[in-house]
């Protein structure tokens, strides 16, 4: 290979990882925007400013996750329509006017709103943001940038922390900073916003629009000419398939009129609880107050809380590497009983031995231990199962209703977390234990093993079960 050949390739390679990482502003805010209440509703709540009870901030908190779950289902069916890069341009518009108008809420109603807005953008960010980066990628390259996105969630919640973490001593003085804690949001999304008129569109998108000069125009500027013309003949042959198979999708009439169809869209759905009701969001949106009811100070409280986010990172990472190898069951049964044993010892240690030098520090660590273990394990898993469990003919429809539930289990996690943690954060976590060890149950009974099954396989299992 010649130097300018090696030139060309690098240059393709150094666009589509730009596009990638301004892509990647839509999931590093979705993390920033679930995380950044986490050092902001102590603030917003005092008197001083928007007054909030336990049940109020709640309601502040899970409105996005509320929102993310409409957004979600349908954000990806208007992308299809207007295309990805339009979308995900629109998103970023939204994120900035959404952060400001937090930033600038003066009562309850107009953050609410706000937040509601955010979410919509947050679960079609969720959407579409893996499936624009799918397709403007090699096949080499295809799952190091897509995972790029989950990485990125996490590293957003990370910078939410920190933020909160270097505002937080201003907040003695200045209860208002939570307007600088949710308005920092509008700079990433600026970012995304102005960011994508500089990346291209979809190739994929743009043939199955019919536009195939633009499409093949797109091709030359992120692939090597060598491909270019093999590429786009693979990618008309997939759009002719996918039209075909199209044709046969399901309803929702023919998804729960077979028994054994409605028995995994059961599971996948129960997964995505079991997921949201061990506990991770009140933890992510809630941590600075449990770290603060282990004994420690808000300021001091509000840097410990960075450790939520960057060992989610690690978490985040460690699963990346080890879902192939270990299997999905093993990785659940593993989450869910390290998971449940860690909120177990945490509630002990805060309810008999509360007064002790080591106990607010050890309960930090377990909460730490929990995260990693969460995101390495039920976080990913739960996702790849439901990708996996459905027959194609239902997999679009399946899989949105089963993202419809968990974001709607987030929101009930969101929303009673802060009434839990003050009527007792011990009997919060025995809680959460407990629908670990319901978890337990469930998989060993309702989950197969999906690692290395090829998808006819996995159809064959539940036919087999429950198509009596």
């Known amino acids: 290979m010649d130097t300018s050949t090696k030139t060309t390739e690098s240059n393709h390679s150094g666009y589509l990882w730009l596009a990638t990482f301004i892509a990647c502003m839509g999931s590093l805010l979705f993390g920033y925007d679930t995380g950044i209440v986490n ?36 954000g990806g069916p208007l992308a299809d329509k207007i295309g990805r890069k339009k979308i995900l341009t629109i998103l970023g518009i939204v994120f900035s006017v959404g952060a400001l108008g937090c930033a600038f809420s003066s009562n309850i109603t ?5 937040r509601f807005l955010l979410g919509l953008a947050v679960g079609s960010a969720s959407a579409n943001v893996p499936v624009y980066i799918a397709e403007i990628a090699p096949s080499e390259l295809r799952g190091k940038m897509v995972t790029t996105a989950q990485v990125m969630i996490v590293s957003g919640q990370f910078v939410a922390f920190g ?27 600026i970012v995304l916003w102005l960011g994508m008129y500089l990346v291209p569109e979809s190739p994929r998108w743009l043939v ?160 730490y231990i929990y995260i990693i273990f969460f995101q390495g394990t039920l976080g990913p898993v739960t996702w790849l199962i439901n990708s996996e469990i459905f027959p194609q003919r239902y997999r679009g429809i399946g899989t949105g209703i089963t993202i419809f539930v968990l974001w709607l289990g987030n929101f009930i996690v969101g929303l009673l977390s802060p009434v839990l943690l003050e009527w007792n954060m011990a009997y919060t976590f025995y809680i ?37």
């Open 163 to 189: 933020v909160n973490a270097a505002l937080t001593p201003l907040g003695a003085n200045n209860a208002a900073i939570w307007r600088w804690m949710l308005g920092l949001g509008t700079i990433p999304g």
């Open 110 to 114: 107009i953050l609410i709103i706000f």
């Open 208 to 367: 199955s629009q019919g536009m195939m000069d633009k499409a093949l125009g797109v091709l030359r500027k992120i692939r090597a000419a060598a491909i270019v013309d093999s590429e786009m003949k693979e990618i008309k042959d997939k759009d002719q398939a996918d039209k075909e198979e199209s044709a046969e999708q399901a309803t929702f009439k023919d998804l729960i009129s077979k028994k054994w169809v409605l028995q995994i869209l059961i599971t996948g759905s129960v997964l995505g609880l079991i997921q949201q009701f061990a506990g991770i969001n009140s933890i992510m949106y809630y941590g600075g107050k449990i770290i603060q009811d282990s004994g420690f100070s808000t300021t001091v409280a509000a840097i410990l809380n960075t450790g939520n986010g960057l060992f989610s990172i690690v978490g985040a990472v460690l699963g990346m590497f080890t879902i192939d190898w270990l299997g999905r069951k093993r990785l659940e049964f593993a989450g869910l009983t390290i998971c449940g044993a860690a909120l177990v010892a945490a509630g002990i240690i805060h309810t008999a031995f509360a007064n002790a030098s080591w106990a607010g520090m050890t309960i930090v660590i377990l909460v």
């Open 39 to 74: 050092g902001s509703l102590e603030f917003m709540a005092t008197k001083s400013q928007l007054d909030l009870n336990a049940f109020q901030q709640g309601i502040v908190s899970s409105g996005l996750t509320l929102g993310a779950a409409f957004g979600a289902i349908f």
């Open 432 to 468: 959460f234990a407990a629908c670990c060890v319901l978890g337990i149950i469930f998989v060993a009974v309702r989950v197969p093993e999906t690692k290395g099954v090829p998808l006819e396989e996995i159809e064959k299992f539940f036919r087999d079960k429950y198509d009596k």
